[in-house]
């Protein structure tokens, strides 16, 4: 029997699944059972897509329903649309995870600790109802940890209220101006996912209400050595780097959407380093008119590209210049292209997911954030990291970044000029430092074993 039984909790996204399943992969590694429960339409899909994954030991995928059987993140919405759903998700996932740690206590097999993603404050409540000990698995990079910590602690107005004047925070080696900032923090400006605000809030109290809170960290120290510290400092939380938590192989993948078969051929009968690959993750849709923009710079750009689309093809202009001169699919194997000695450079939303993929695999970005914690990941890239540039965000009355400024970073990023040839130094760099980190042995590995240790401790 395995010595830990772990309960691993998460929002039904891809960029909360992807993270959760690889962090799967190396609790099992380690010796451990991990049961995550997921929603019944993502179970399914995940089935559907990769069947292997129930056949693997010591993963216990177990499904309820949130009410939404046929899908959710299927459906445009609106801030009432997320409230309303991720209410009753709250609600019968609360309850499913109750009877879980209920049943297992019953079985004489209980939980080592509950393990949990964003969004679900819920979780450290229902563990403590049970004496079980919690952590919380965070999935973006620690500054954005700190920058919600602060915030949650005295910052607002400061964070909040500066217009072009730069933000201090104290720890952070940097500086940070309003646009670095994650999105929903501003909770004057209206966005669809300003739904999180709330949950954030909540999530931050519970680490007050905890004792010796513990945030295990998607990143590696030598990535973001200061801001692992910044917490640490100020109270009794401690904040454990276990990253880069990346896909090595496709047993433990939950993709969401078919991928396509057709583009390693494709990538494989192109240059070295001449590709640029396109992708704003698995979420966000850009306008047509932005669409337009991007088709266009791309294709005055003159550079192969592989797009991936999500949104409607139909009424893509420029349809078969695009197809002539690059590949678009729905979906693919994304580190798998990162990874593919084609690849020149990556134009990401900077989806922390997206933004450690390409980091991990030595991939320049160029770096066009749209909301949530991409703007701050968009500046680690641009200025503290320095393997990316980032689109200039000044935009038309309509908030469209013309193909200009798109085709000007392309060029910077993917030429040899001495800017482009610096990002791509930076990038080997930080790919080495990535694997080091992350290697069998390393310090993600020991980390998380004494974390895993700590917690038999306390159950003893
Ligand atoms: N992804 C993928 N294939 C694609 C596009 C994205 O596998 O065609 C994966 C990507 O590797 C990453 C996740 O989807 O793990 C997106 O997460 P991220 O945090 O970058 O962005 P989000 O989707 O949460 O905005």
Not at 167 to 189: A, Q, V, W
Not at 386 to 394: Q, S, T
Not at 396 to 420: A, T
């Amino acid at each position: 029997m395995s010595r830990h039984r772990i309960l691993l909790v998460t929002y039904p996204a891809q960029g909360h699944i992807n993270p959760a399943l690889q962090f799967a992969k190396r609790l099992i590694s380690m010796g451990a059972h991990v049961t995550l429960p997921i929603t019944l339409h993502l179970y399914r899909r995940i089935i559907h897509l990769n069947s292997s994954i129930t056949t693997i030991p010591n993963l216990s995928l177990t499904a309820f329903s949130d009410g939404y059987d046929d899908g959710f993140l299927a459906i445009d919405h609106t801030v009432a649309d997320f409230n309303l759903y991720t209410s009753q998700f709250n609600s019968r996932g609360s309850g499913f995870v109750t009877n879980l740690i209920l049943s297992a206590k019953q079985e004489s097999q209980p939980f080592t600790c509950l393990l949990y993603t964003l969004l679900l404050p819920w979780a450290p409540r229902v563990a403590r109802g049970f004496n079980l000990r919690s952590a919380q698995l965070w999935i973006e990079p620690a500054t954005v940890f700190d920058i919600l910590y602060y915030y949650f602690h005295g910052y607002s107005d400061h964070i909040n209220n500066q217009k072009e004047t730069t933000i201090e925070l104290p720890g952070l080696p940097f500086t940070l101006l309003p646009r670095d900032i994650p999105s929903y923090l501003f909770t004057s400006i209206p966005s669809p996912l300003s739904f999180v605000f709330p949950y954030f809030q909540e999530e931050f109290h519970e680490l007050d209400v905890e004792t010796n809170p513990i945030i295990l960290v998607n990143t590696f120290e030598a990535l973001e050595p200061e801001a692992l510290k910044v917490v640490d400092t100020i109270n009794n939380l401690k904040m454990i780097p276990i990253g880069p938590l990346i896909p090595s192989d496709t047993s433990f993948s939950g993709d969401l959407l078919q991928v396509s078969s057709d583009y390693v051929e494709w990538l494989n009968s192109k240059p070295n380093s001449s590709v640029v690959y396109v992708s704003f993750g698995s979420y966000f849709v850009l306008s047509e008119r932005q669409v337009e923009e991007i088709a266009r710079a791309l294709l005055d750009s003159g550079f192969s590209f592989l797009w991936v689309m999500r949104e409607k093809e139909e009424d893509l202009k420029f349809k078969e210049e695009l197809e002539e001169k690059g590949k678009i699919v729905k979906w693919c194997s994304q580190i798998e292209v990162l990874s593919h000695s084609s690849l020149g450079c990556f134009f990401t939303h900077c989806g922390w997911n997206s933004t450690l993929e390409s980091l991990v695999s030595g991939v320049p970005m160029v770096a066009f954030p749209q909301w949530t914690d991409q703007k701050t990941n968009a500046k680690l890239v641009e200025d503290v990291w320095k393997i990316g540039m980032r689109v200039d965000d000044k935009m038309d009355e309509d908030g469209i970044v013309g193909r200009e400024e798109i085709r000007k970073c392309l060029e910077v990023v993917m030429g040899s000029g001495e800017k482009g040839e610096e990002m791509k130094k930076n990038a080997k760099k930080w790919k080495e430092l990535a694997r080091e980190a992350g290697k069998e042995g390393g310090p993600a590995e020991k980390n998380l074993r004494s974390f895993l240790d700590d917690m038999l401790e306390e159950n003893a």
